[in-house]
């Protein structure tokens, strides 16, 4: 340590930190009820009741009921196909180029692209995760990704951005690598939906307003391509292929996944 | 209920009780000041030793991992500190570094079965405080609170003057450090304001020792530039 650092070391010794919460027993208060069910407050008991009886009230509604049973989960997504709104005009009219001028200039989408938390290295971020980034083959000159993101939502996500090469400003496609025990997505309505498969897998084609949003209700998860997405999962990988291209040609990028 | 049968509350309360005694004791071992006997042989027996002591961390991440959040308390208890005070000098707000430190602990207990014992718990502790600050700093809610707490008309417990010399130096360091990128703040605060080794800090960061070197490096050096530039006063401070 030289002396520069010795200094800092010294220094910093007299900050006046605030004192320490018991954070530990916070915590173990929230663990424990969980654990023990005759701990739990009577507060929570009737919230409980509450929402049990809302819950039964609801499924002897045939609309509710059907709303509440019926959605789609691929990997740990989940999806709640939403009534087509008969005044949206479909998305899938317009060209894919003009989806993305609506939403955003070029300029505007690269300088969001610079303000996504945990930009990284492909390099660097195949190293903060256990899975391994798998990189597209097809197109054949797709080459590594622009912009590589790692994200923590209790598991480091992977989210990989390719800048269209014909229009550098634009983002052709972002792949989201979501690991098993992520936060899980709870709010998502696509106004089209179609099954299909990724190299024989089932996966969902989802098309239209996609709103997405994490339990944990403090980070929005912001689509980066305003077209269309393709969902599919392994074990423990949840993938999401974002991009304004056809049904055949993501297929045909998400089936051209290898290790580099 | 005869005389001899024992009450199912009680027996489990009293296994309860024992456990946190015991491993109140292993706490005590973690933090260096277990001076008397409490009944673990291996505590006492190693309490001198860094490596015996993050073995019985080990065994205690081990039965926390079982569910046993007896045994996650004094664990939370020896690190509590650490992971709200870097918390607090990432985000420059002690409520906020509050709510980071608690949400810590929870995803760290739920994600326990993953994690590597043979390792110590500070550095994954301050890696997930670390992920969760740098998310806090970009989440809308953030600025809102901050604008609330700018419409507080509170005045500050203590004023300048009261504060020592020392610790008017701390601050005005801490001010020059925040003025750096976030990932230069994160290692100047694991390295220097808590003062982890570079194998801890390589490890909070999930990067290799070597790299923890060369980003100190650089870091050191705007730090140095900065300190010149815009807070003489310390580095004149500091020269008297």
């Given at each position: 340590?030289?002396?520069?650092?010795?200094?800092?070391?010294?220094?910093?010794?007299?900050?006046?930190?605030?004192?320490?919460?018991?954070?530990?027993?916070?915590?173990?208060?929230?663990?424990?009820?969980?654990?023990?069910?005759?701990?739990?407050?009577?507060?929570?008991?009737?919230?409980?009741?509450?929402?049990?009886?809302?819950?039964?009230?609801?499924?002897?509604?045939?609309?509710?009921?059907?709303?509440?049973?019926?959605?789609?989960?691929?990997?740990?997504?989940?999806?709640?196909?939403?009534?087509?709104?008969?005044?949206?005009?479909?998305?899938?009219?317009?060209?894919?180029?003009?989806?993305?001028?609506?939403?955003?200039?070029?300029?505007?989408?690269?300088?969001?692209?610079?303000?996504?938390?945990?930009?990284?290295?492909?390099?660097?971020?195949?190293?903060?995760?256990?899975?391994?980034?798998?990189?597209?083959?097809?197109?054949?000159?797709?080459?590594?990704?622009?912009?590589?993101?790692?994200?923590?939502?209790?598991?480091?996500?992977?989210?990989?951005?390719?800048?269209?090469?014909?229009?550098?400003?634009?983002?052709?496609?972002?792949?989201?690598?979501?690991?098993?025990?992520?936060?899980?997505?709870?709010?998502?309505?696509?106004?089209?939906?179609?099954?299909?498969?990724?190299?024989?897998?089932?996966?969902?084609?989802?098309?239209?307003?996609y709103p997405l949003r994490?339990?944990?209700?403090?980070?929005?998860?912001?689509?980066?391509?305003?077209?269309?997405?393709?969902?599919?999962?392994?074990?423990?990988?949840?993938?999401?292929?974002?991009?304004?291209?056809?049904?055949?040609?993501t297929t045909r990028i998400?089936?051209?996944?290898?290790?580099? | 209920?005869?005389?001899?049968?024992?009450?199912?509350?009680?027996?489990?309360?009293?296994?309860?009780?024992?456990?946190?005694?015991?491993?109140?004791?292993?706490?005590?071992?973690?933090?260096?000041?277990?001076?008397?006997?409490?009944?673990?042989?291996?505590?006492?027996?190693?309490?001198?030793?860094?490596?015996?002591?993050?073995?019985?961390?080990?065994?205690?991440?081990?039965?926390?991992?079982?569910?046993?959040?007896?045994?996650?308390?004094?664990?939370?208890?020896?690190?509590?500190?650490?992971?709200?005070?870097?918390?607090?000098?990432?985000?420059?707000?002690?409520?906020?570094?509050?709510?980071?430190?608690?949400?810590?602990?929870?995803?760290?207990?739920?994600?326990?079965?993953?994690?590597?014992?043979?390792?110590?718990?500070?550095?994954?502790?301050?890696?997930?405080?670390?992920?969760?600050?740098?998310?806090?700093?970009?989440?809308?809610?953030?600025?809102?609170?901050?604008?609330?707490?700018?419409?507080?008309?509170?005045?500050?417990?203590?004023?300048?003057?009261?504060?020592?010399?020392?610790?008017?130096?701390?601050?005005?360091?801490?001010?020059?450090?925040?003025?750096?990128?976030?990932?230069?703040?994160?290692?100047?605060?694991?390295?220097?304001?808590?003062?982890?080794?570079?194998?801890?800090?390589?490890?909070?960061?999930?990067i290799a020792e070597g790299?923890?070197?060369?980003?100190?490096?650089?870091?050191?050096?705007?730090?140095?530039?900065?300190?010149?530039?815009?807070?003489?006063?310390?580095?004149?401070?500091?020269?008297?």
């Amino acid at each position: 340590m030289n002396e520069f650092e010795k200094q800092l070391t010294d220094i910093s010794k007299g900050m006046d930190y605030p004192p320490t919460p018991d954070i530990a027993g916070f915590v173990s208060a929230r663990l424990r009820p969980a654990r023990s069910p005759r701990l739990l407050s009577k507060t929570w008991a009737w919230s409980l009741t509450i929402v049990l009886i809302l819950l039964l009230s609801l499924m002897l509604i045939p609309p509710a009921r059907a709303a509440i049973l019926e959605f789609i989960q691929i990997g740990i997504v989940r999806i709640f196909p939403q009534p087509i709104e008969p005044t949206v005009e479909p998305i899938t009219t317009a060209t894919p180029q003009t989806q993305m001028l609506q939403t955003a200039t070029p300029n505007a989408t690269l300088q969001f692209l610079e303000t996504i938390a945990g930009k990284t290295t492909l390099a660097d971020a195949q190293k903060q995760v256990t899975y391994p980034i798998l990189l597209p083959a097809y197109p054949a000159d797709i080459g590594e990704p622009d912009y590589v993101y790692i994200q923590n939502a209790d598991g480091n996500m992977a989210i990989l951005v390719w800048l269209d090469p014909q229009s550098p400003e634009t983002v052709l496609m972002s792949l989201h690598f979501i690991p098993d025990g992520s936060w899980a997505i709870t709010k998502v309505s696509p106004t089209i939906l179609e099954e299909t498969t990724v190299n024989g897998v089932r996966a969902i084609w989802a098309v239209g307003p996609y709103p997405l949003r994490f339990t944990d209700g403090d980070l929005d998860f912001t689509r980066i391509v305003d077209g269309n997405v393709l969902i599919w999962a392994d074990d423990t990988i949840t993938y999401r292929l974002e991009t304004d291209l056809s049904l055949e040609e993501t297929t045909r990028i998400a089936e051209s996944l290898t290790s580099p | 209920m005869t005389a001899n049968q024992k009450s199912p509350y009680t027996t489990e309360g009293t296994e309860f009780t024992e456990k946190i005694t015991q491993y109140l004791c292993a706490f005590r071992v973690l933090r260096g000041d277990c001076l008397e006997p409490f009944g673990i042989n291996r505590c006492i027996k190693d309490r001198n030793t860094s490596r015996e002591a993050h073995l019985d961390e080990s065994t205690l991440v081990r039965h926390a991992a079982d569910g046993d959040t007896a045994a996650w308390e004094p664990l939370m208890l020896a690190h509590q500190q650490a992971v709200f005070r870097f918390a607090h000098l990432l985000l420059g707000d002690p409520d906020e570094a509050e709510d980071i430190a608690q949400e810590t602990f929870l995803r760290a207990w739920n994600h326990l079965r993953r994690f590597d014992t043979s390792r110590p718990l500070r550095p994954w502790l301050l890696s997930i405080a670390s992920n969760l600050a740098s998310n806090k700093r970009r989440s809308a809610s953030r600025y809102l609170a901050a604008l609330t707490r700018a419409f507080r008309s509170e005045l500050p417990s203590t004023t300048i003057e009261e504060k020592s010399t020392q610790h008017i130096e701390a601050n005005t360091l801490w001010q020059a450090v925040r003025t750096l990128d976030f990932t230069d703040q994160q290692i100047i605060y694991l390295r220097y304001f808590l003062e982890l080794p570079v194998s801890e800090t390589a490890q909070a960061l999930n990067i290799a020792e070597g790299t923890v070197k060369s980003r100190l490096n650089r870091a050191l050096e705007k730090l140095r530039q900065i300190i010149k530039q815009d807070f003489p006063l310390l580095s004149e401070g500091r020269e008297a």
